[in-house]
């Protein structure tokens, strides 16, 4: 894009005095944030405005990715990079005597999701913006996004995340197209107002839908394209006829129950949530988009539906967003009097279905009292098509009656989300080729038995833009030096860098770069949490959701065993390490909190333990979110991607290390698998139970975590520190830790996620991880023929799989809108 630096200049002092009545001497670092960034917007306008028009003018198939959940982090600097004007604007800025730094730490992440789901919709919007597809963004503009986490005395407290307290200055309200959704009511059959014979809803909850659109900037292109979120509201406003009785309180209770609709997002990571609000926040969301599609088809191409699948089609993100398929039906034969046939033919021509998780109890499942009371004519649907489901399977598994029950969409009093979503979607996808496996052979093997064709990978990826050009500057100039530009729209190229792994002057700068970024982040960590880390020592990193299969606590016991070997053992001689943890916890996921408390409480003993003297040392870090993710990736020497094998679908942190040179310590699951085939096993350290070990454990119920403790007394001495005193004088604080491992608790069988079984290979790994750092040259060459097979992990290839595999768009390049 052309930049016109004395424009901007004038443009960003005329905001300045036009909305907060100061000049750039005056303004405070958050005015001159919202400033420069409505100035930012001015620029993106033009281009967003000309894809539109594109858009329109030639029809093509456009996709519209349905998620309940978009982690999209801070804007400015990312969209400075895509738009390939960030160092003139910061030119511009420092002649003005303005810090960027200082500014751009003004935005509030959009943090409206919770982890690796939402970023992935994220990374997504900016591979489809720059590859010039056609690809938009459907959800919900929650009012508070993910909680502020904070530690106090060791445990996790959440604070409300009020990101819009401020405006933000990247959305558009776009009230013209607000539409209604409704809840409840009685269905009747009858005449509608305009006379046709339907089915319709009477005495409906009405709560308003309306659009905030948010641009998605390309990179280096003109394409931008739109995340459309819709915000609840209330119709009638308050109730003025109580308001003046002075019934204050009841005045307003209509209007808080509808904008309670998009209030906030649950901070719950896989597990189902069973609230209602939640299955109201999906229908919110999935009948606005679906209405909004609708209206602009019908506007365009009137009725005639026949053409729907060959402009639409929608992916649905998980299954949060899977009522979209009954409320397409609804929309087709209530308000267009479409027949089933040819309504269910277009439904199932226009929804395709990604599965995120195989843990079993993330299933969403919604007890039919529930859907039916609140979605009555959407629930009579579902029955419907699930009667007809039931035919296909009496006849082709006439005996098998359990098959039959377990497949009916609606079984044991509860409506199965995935199962409507398989039935009725054309394409099923895992996010990674074990998880895929894993799926059609395990989990959903009845499934992929009766629609085999459906079932297909698109293991996942991340993008580049965001995760390198922009967090790691450094790097990224390190390796445009060497292979030129073309990596940032095509990280296959960065296998050219194969040709530096035994260039030592390659290899010194790489070290001196991870080194610099290691002093930011002591940096950081220093203003931030008052905590001094050693940027000489291994950075040890594992930044994910607080979750038991991810198994932070195997990471735990191992520092807890370090450090009964550090004080023991005199002998002992390894580089000095820190083991750095970010991580929320559901709010409500018990479990999860006790182990971020023994996170912290080994953290503080050993962290103030003089013996230690520089040896270890343990950080929390508070408050993970990608703002900061984006700090902690370039710092990083070593990746922890250490699930119980089976159980993490995909990952992506794993692919942001990988990218930024981090050498992974791994489990063969998810992602990791294909890591390590890129990149070599030899280049990481690869430990663990493999997926088929542990199955047939679970089948054989020959699984016996007390073996392994009486095996190990450095194992057994560390899970009896748990509650021996040694870091909680009750000697409670853990105990449900303890016992969860040694004997289960609550029906569970003990050790669920063989974390004991794991325990000796993983720390037999992180001893020859040790050894293998005190080698710099041979670990930094690890770490660049990492980052050169790092290729595959772009979201733009996982994009350009969904297009050619499910989706089928072509590409449309946009003209330069400014010129006219
Ligand atoms: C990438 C990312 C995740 C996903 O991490 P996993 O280790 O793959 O679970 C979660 N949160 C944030 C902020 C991220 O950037």
């Not at 982090?73 to 160092?87: C, F, M, P, T, V």
């Not at 602009?296 to 191409?301: L, R």
């Not at 279905?353 to 649907?381: C, G, V």
Request: aromatic share 12%; glycine share 6%; hydrophobic share 35%.
């Amino acid at each position: 894009m052309k930049f016109d630096a004395e424009k901007f200049r004038e443009n960003l002092s005329a905001r300045l005095r036009r909305q907060y009545g100061k000049d750039i001497s005056q303004a405070n670092s958050h005015d001159l944030f919202d400033a420069v960034s409505a100035s930012v917007q001015e620029l993106i306008m033009p281009a967003w405005m000309a894809t539109r028009h594109e858009y329109e003018k030639k029809p093509t198939k456009q996709l519209y990715y349905l998620s309940a959940e978009f982690l999209m982090g801070r804007a400015l600097s990312n969209n400075l990079i895509n738009l390939g004007i960030k160092e003139e604007v910061q030119k511009v800025l420092k002649d003005m005597n303005i810090n960027f730094n200082l500014i751009e730490d003004e935005e509030p992440d959009a943090g409206l999701g919770n982890g690796g789901l939402g970023r992935l919709a994220a990374c997504f919007l900016d591979s489809l913006a720059t590859l010039d597809y056609p690809g938009h963004g459907y959800g919900i503009r929650y009012q508070y996004g993910m909680f502020e986490q904070r530690i106090e005395n060791g445990y996790q407290v959440e604070y409300p995340d009020n990101w819009l307290k401020h405006r933000d200055p990247w959305e558009i309200k776009r009230s013209d197209l607000a539409v209604t959704v409704k809840f409840g009511g009685e269905i009747k059959y009858g005449k509608t107002p305009d006379g046709q014979d339907r089915f319709y809803v009477e005495n409906a909850e009405e709560v308003t839908a309306t659009p905030y659109d948010m641009p998605i900037v390309g990179f280096d292109t003109n394409t931008v394209n739109t995340l459309r979120l819709w915000q609840a509201s209330s119709p009638n406003g308050f109730d003025l006829q109580l308001f003046n009785d002075m019934r204050y309180n009841e005045a307003v209770v209509r209007q808080n129950s509808a904008e309670n609709v998009s209030r906030v997002l649950y901070p719950n990571d896989s597990g189902p949530t069973g609230k209602s609000l939640r299955l109201k926040q999906q229908y919110f969301f999935s009948s606005a988009s679906l209405q909004d599609l609708v209206h602009h088809f019908v506007a365009d191409y009137g009725t005639d539906f026949t053409k729907f699948p060959d402009l639409h089609v929608i992916q649905l993100n998980d299954t949060h967003p899977v009522v979209a398929i009954p409320e397409l039906m609804r929309i087709f034969l209530d308000e267009y009097g479409l027949g089933w046939n040819s309504a269910w033919e277009i439904v199932q021509k226009t929804f395709a279905y990604t599965n995120h998780t195989i843990l079993a109890e993330a299933l969403e499942k919604w007890d039919i009292a529930i859907f039916q009371s609140l979605l009555p004519r959407i629930y009579q649907i579902v029955e419907e098509i699930n009667r007809r489901l039931m035919i296909e399977l009496r006849a082709k598994y006439p005996n098998d009656y359990k098959k039959q029950n377990h497949m009916s969409i609606i079984h044991d009093g509860k409506v199965y989300m995935a199962w409507l979503a398989i039935h009725a979607c054309f394409s099923v996808n895992g996010v990674a080729e074990l998880h895929t496996e894993l799926l059609k052979n395990q989990e959903l093997k009845d499934w992929y038995d009766l629609y085999p064709k459906k079932f297909n990978n698109k293991t996942n990826g991340i993008t580049q833009r965001r995760w390198l050009l922009n967090a790691n500057p450094e790097l990224a100039d390190f390796i445009t030096k060497r292979i030129g530009h073309g990596w940032e729209k095509d990280l296959t190229k960065l296998k050219g860098l194969e040709k530096y792994v035994d260039d030592d002057a390659s290899l010194e700068e790489l070290i001196a770069i991870k080194r610099r970024n290691k002093e930011a982040l002591v940096d950081y960590l220093k203003h931030k949490q008052n905590e001094f880390l050693d940027p000489d020592s291994i950075f040890d990193v594992q930044v994910k959701r607080l979750h038991e299969y991810k198994r932070q606590l195997l990471n735990v016991l191992h520092i807890m065993y370090l450090y009964n070997r550090i004080i023991e053992d005199p002998s002992y001689n390894a580089p000095n390490r820190t083991f750095i943890f970010g991580a929320k916890s559901a709010s409500g996921y018990r479990r999860a909190k006790s182990i971020i408390k023994l996170i912290n409480t080994v953290a503080e003993r050993v962290n103030n333990d003089r013996r230690i003297g520089g040896k270890l040392r343990v950080v929390f870090i508070e408050n993970y979110r990608v703002s900061v993710a984006e700090k902690i990736f370039p710092a990083a020497d070593v990746s922890e991607q250490i699930s119980t094998a089976g159980k993490e679908a995909s990952g992506t942190s794993n692919m942001k290390f990988m990218v930024n040179g981090a050498l992974t310590m791994g489990t063969l699951d998810g992602a990791n698998i294909e890591i390590f085939e890129e990149a070599g096993k030899e280049n990481g350290f690869v430990f663990g139970l493999t997926t088929p070990e542990i199955l047939k454990m679970e089948e054989e119920h020959s699984y016996n975590p007390q073996q392994y403790l009486e095996r190990n007394p450095r194992l057994e001495k560390v899970v009896e520190q748990l509650v021996d005193g040694t870091y909680d004088p009750t000697r409670q604080v853990f105990k449900e830790i303890h016992d969860s491992l040694v004997y289960g608790v609550e029906g569970q069988r003990p050790d669920v996620y063989y974390v004991l079984a794991d325990f000796d290979k993983y720390c037999k790994a992180q001893e020859e991880l040790a050894k293998a750092y005190t080698d710099k040259k041979g670990w930094a060459r690890k770490a660049l023929i990492n980052i050169a097979n790092a290729g595959k992990f772009s979201s733009d290839r996982t994009i350009e799989d969904y297009v050619r595999d499910i989706w089928h768009l072509k590409k449309v390049v946009v003209d330069n809108g400014e010129v006219k």
